[in-house]
């Protein structure tokens, strides 16, 4: 008997590719079937790729629906002026059609600062006619030349009776490396920097501790970034949502990690003032030495009360005109954020079921406009905290670099934002709300998949609008950073809906317009000298790490998960660190992971076990661990980073595997290798658990050493461990 040849299947069937359901979810971005990490192919169930339909507007409900909105998608391509957004990388060409109706196109451009263009920056030639998509539509190409400058330029378009524009988005065709980078390769530390507190601090690690700990971590370590937890706009009263990966907002700071010593206007503070905001403090600064998780609803309770006594102080003329400019180039964008802010606090949490304003009123409603009038110091006190908070992330990032680090702070970029968050009050139109929301399929590490209860970017509304709420999170990011970390960044290119109900297997991908994505990164990290780094993990096609590198986006390679081939199975060899890319972010491990001590004692499979996270019985969960471990141990172990007695005593000798895992890394060609404050220390505990909320403390761990004792601030960079991973990292 001949023995089977059978192909696993890989793609769609051309049966299944003619039916109009699937040619209507394709047109529109929705991917009817997808690899999941493990290879194997899924199909999307039809009434999944309805409902992200529904969601999308699209009305695909019944076969007859299904017809006349293909019917539709099709005369609206054929007949479009031209497209929205048009992407243009220097050095490339690629034609724009446009399809005019009423004769011959006339095309006009006006750049970024507000001129119209005068030079060779585009031509525009008459295609064949056989190249119509019908006998009344003319088809023209308009090529953007070379000359065009880097930028966000307006391209209007007139065929006799029609008039469109279009958003121009110009770009260098990759992000430079900034010379510091192209010297020698960087290394930083990842830190939560919430869980890193000082005596100063208010139960939470600050943007004081911040600053502290970047300018130790650079003369001391000798580190040149610090990669810290993401610190968007979070809510203005407790209870707060402690992950730092489901912000209100995208395009404001998180508040609760302003320090108030460093605000100038605290050294005005006499008499009852000072002694009301000494007593707050007191009040919660004994939980800074306290190893248990952290209260950040207290902390947070304490605080705003001593803010809000420091914002009432008189601030001078130059303090007042500062406040005034900051207010004036937030713009719109910061009064969005202010009377969301005041709704929050006057008519409650919008997630209680009582409170209907979030539904019920907007920002056309004329309650709005009252409240602004009726509660114009919490108004105030609100865009008030933004810009003491930009101040302070300012000044840390001047810290780093002042300190001597290349890079200074690397931000991380959450995937979206909370469903009751300011940004989808104000701006609904962007989001895909109400009947699905984002999270990920599942993969080895999360069996069940994720469902981040986040509601998806609309990608149509993106496109017309140019992209612009991508592009001023981007710049107003790197105002304050030397790179980017983006969290998810196959979220550039395609992102899981999840129809409500579904749970996170029943999902399906929608696709985006990357391109326009990478755009805007390359322009305003080449405006900064700065780098972006995507975090390329879990179910990712190949092409999305070719495309990044294309453009000078870094990949994310870490240990745990390098193995030969990039095999998805748990004991298959581990790749050799030569094999690394080099543009990309190499580490031993990473926020989603306990730390590496910790999953050295295998801490993870304990820790899913009793959350019941598991999808198979927990000794096959172990089995791999095990297989994973010695695979790892052996890898290190022959390449001559660890001695074989080691490896015979895991628990015996963990300092030992940590700063043999580093000094591997070390022999990478990656371009940023981190190290993780949590590995430095010894801290066992896991920062985070994916697929739990209340189940565990997530984003709550202090920061502690081996022995279960708080590291403050001032002494990390005093500690050995951290100094001895240091001399790894710096070797």
């Known amino acids: 008997m001949m023995p089977d040849q059978t192909t696993p299947q890989r793609e769609e069937s051309a049966e299944r590719l003619t039916r109009p359901l699937i040619r209507l979810a394709n047109m529109w971005g929705v991917s009817t079937s997808y690899i999941d990490q493990l290879g194997t192919y899924v199909e999307i169930d039809d009434d999944v790729l309805v409902t992200v339909l529904k969601a999308l507007g699209v009305d695909a409900s019944t076969d007859e629906r299904v017809d006349e909105a293909l019917k539709l998608r099709l005369n609206e391509e054929a007949t479009r002026l031209v497209p929205p957004t048009v992407v243009k990388f220097i050095g490339t060409d690629e034609p724009v059609e446009l399809h005019a109706l009423h004769g011959e196109p006339t095309v006009t451009l006006m750049l970024e600062e507000g001129v119209h263009a005068e030079g060779d920056f585009f031509t525009v030639e008459r295609k064949d006619a056989e190249a119509a998509p019908d006998a009344d539509v003319t088809v023209y190409e308009l090529t953007l030349t070379d000359a065009l400058p880097i930028g966000y330029h307006t391209l209007t378009v007139e065929d006799g009776e029609r008039h469109a524009t279009a958003h121009v988005i110009c770009a260098p065709a990759r992000i430079p490396v900034p010379q510091a980078v192209q010297e020698r390769h960087r290394w930083g530390w990842m830190a939560q920097?919430?869980?890193?507190?000082?005596?100063?601090?208010?139960?939470?690690?600050?943007?004081?501790?911040?600053?502290?700990?970047?300018?130790?971590?650079?003369?001391?370590?000798?580190?040149?970034?610090?990669?810290?937890?993401?610190?968007?706009?979070?809510?203005?009263?407790?209870?707060?949502?402690?992950?730092?990966?489901?912000?209100?907002?995208?395009?404001?700071?998180?508040?609760?990690?302003?320090?108030?010593?460093?605000?100038?206007?605290?050294?005005?503070?006499?008499?009852?003032?000072?002694?009301?905001?000494?007593?707050?403090h007191a009040r919660v600064a004994a939980a800074d030495t306290d190893p248990s998780p952290i209260d950040i609803n207290a902390a947070w309770d304490a605080k705003r009360e001593?803010?809000?006594?420091?914002?009432?102080?008189?601030?001078?003329?130059?303090?007042?005109?500062?406040?005034?400019?900051?207010?004036?180039?937030?713009?719109?964008?910061?009064?969005?954020?202010?009377?969301?802010?005041?709704?929050?606090q006057v008519w409650g949490a919008p997630w209680d079921a009582e409170n209907d304003w979030f539904t019920k009123y907007d920002r056309h409603s004329p309650q709005i406009a009252q409240l602004e009038n009726d509660y114009g110091d919490l108004y105030d006190f609100a865009c008030w905290l933004q810009w003491i908070a930009a101040e302070q992330v300012e000044a840390?990032?001047?810290?780093?670099?002042?300190?001597?680090?290349?890079?200074?702070?690397?931000?991380?970029?959450?995937?979206?934002?909370?469903?009751?968050?300011?940004?989808?009050?104000?701006?609904?139109?962007?989001?895909?709300?109400?009947?699905?929301?984002?999270?990920?399929?599942p993969d080895f590490y999360n069996q069940?998949?994720?469902?981040?209860?986040?509601?998806?970017?609309?990608p149509n509304f993106m496109e017309s609008d140019g992209y612009n709420v991508y592009r001023d999170m981007v710049h107003n990011m790197f105002a304050h950073a030397g790179a980017?970390?983006?969290?998810?960044?196959?979220?550039?290119?395609?992102?899981?809906?999840?129809?409500?109900?579904?749970?996170?297997?029943?999902?399906?991908?929608?696709?985006?317009?990357?391109?326009?994505?990478?755009?805007?990164?390359?322009?305003?990290?080449?405006?900064?000298?700065?780098?972006?780094?995507?975090?390329?993990?879990?179910?990712?096609?190949?092409?999305?790490?070719?495309?990044?590198?294309?453009?000078?986006?870094?990949?994310?390679?870490?240990?745990?998960?390098?193995?030969?081939?990039?095999?998805?199975?748990?004991?298959?060899?581990?790749?050799?660190?030569?094999?690394?890319?080099?543009?990309?972010?190499?580490?031993?491990?990473?926020?989603?992971?306990?730390?590496?001590?910790?999953?050295?004692?295998?801490?993870?499979?304990?820790?899913?076990?009793q959350l019941h996270l598991l999808s198979e019985p927990v000794e096959e969960f172990m089995k791999s661990a095990e297989a994973e471990q010695r695979a790892m141990l052996k890898l290190l172990v022959s390449g001559g980073w660890l001695p074989q007695e080691a490896a015979d005593?895991?628990?015996?000798?963990?300092?030992?595997?940590?700063?043999?895992?580093?000094?591997?890394?070390?022999?990478?060609?990656?371009?940023?290798?981190?190290?993780?404050?949590?590995?430095?220390?010894?801290?066992?505990?896991?920062?985070?658990?994916?697929?739990?909320?209340?189940?565990?403390?997530?984003?709550?761990?202090?920061?502690?050493?081996?022995?279960?004792?708080?590291?403050?601030?001032?002494?990390?960079?005093?500690?050995?461990?951290?100094?001895?991973?240091?001399?790894i990292m710096n070797r």
């Not at 130059?318 to 713009?331: L, P, S, T």
């Open 484 to 609: 980017i970390r983006i969290d998810h960044v196959l979220g550039m290119f395609r992102l899981w809906w999840i129809p409500q109900g579904k749970g996170p297997r029943g999902g399906a991908y929608v696709r985006y317009n990357y391109e326009a994505m990478l755009a805007i990164l390359t322009i305003e990290a080449s405006r900064v000298d700065g780098m972006v780094i995507g975090e390329d993990l879990g179910t990712v096609p190949d092409y999305v790490s070719r495309i990044l590198a294309e453009h000078g986006v870094l990949g994310t390679t870490v240990e745990w998960f390098a193995r030969v081939d990039n095999s998805p199975n748990a004991g298959d060899p581990y790749a050799m660190p030569d094999t690394y890319r080099e543009y990309s972010l190499a580490s031993v491990t990473t926020h989603d992971l306990p730390p590496t001590a910790g999953y050295l004692m295998y801490e993870h499979v304990k820790l899913r076990e």
């Open 396 to 441: 840390a990032q001047r810290a780093a670099k002042n300190a001597g680090m290349a890079l200074g702070l690397m931000q991380d970029m959450a995937v979206g934002v909370h469903t009751y968050g300011s940004d989808v009050w104000w701006s609904p139109e962007r989001f895909a709300v109400g009947t699905v929301t984002v999270g990920c399929p």
């Open 306 to 344: 001593a803010l809000h006594i420091v914002f009432k102080q008189e601030r001078s003329t130059k303090r007042q005109a500062a406040f005034d400019e900051f207010r004036q180039q937030a713009g719109e964008d910061l009064r969005a954020f202010a009377l969301w802010s005041v709704a929050f």
């Open 448 to 458: 069940q998949g994720q469902d981040w209860g986040q509601p998806p970017f609309d």
């Open 193 to 280: 920097m919430y869980s890193v507190r000082s005596a100063d601090s208010w139960g939470v690690g600050d943007y004081g501790d911040l600053r502290e700990l970047v300018t130790d971590a650079a003369r001391k370590s000798h580190a040149d970034f610090m990669l810290i937890n993401p610190i968007h706009a979070t809510a203005p009263i407790t209870p707060l949502e402690p992950s730092p990966y489901l912000p209100e907002s995208r395009r404001f700071l998180n508040v609760t990690y302003i320090r108030p010593q460093d605000i100038p206007e605290y050294e005005h503070l006499e008499g009852d003032d000072f002694n009301k905001v000494e007593a707050l």
């Open 649 to 727: 005593d895991v628990p015996g000798h963990l300092q030992q595997i940590v700063e043999a895992m580093h000094a591997m890394l070390k022999d990478s060609p990656a371009l940023l290798l981190q190290a993780a404050l949590v590995d430095g220390v010894g801290e066992m505990r896991t920062q985070n658990q994916p697929g739990t909320s209340t189940e565990y403390p997530n984003w709550r761990i202090p920061l502690a050493d081996a022995e279960g004792h708080v590291v403050p601030t001032n002494e990390v960079f005093d500690s050995p461990r951290v100094m001895s991973l240091s001399q």
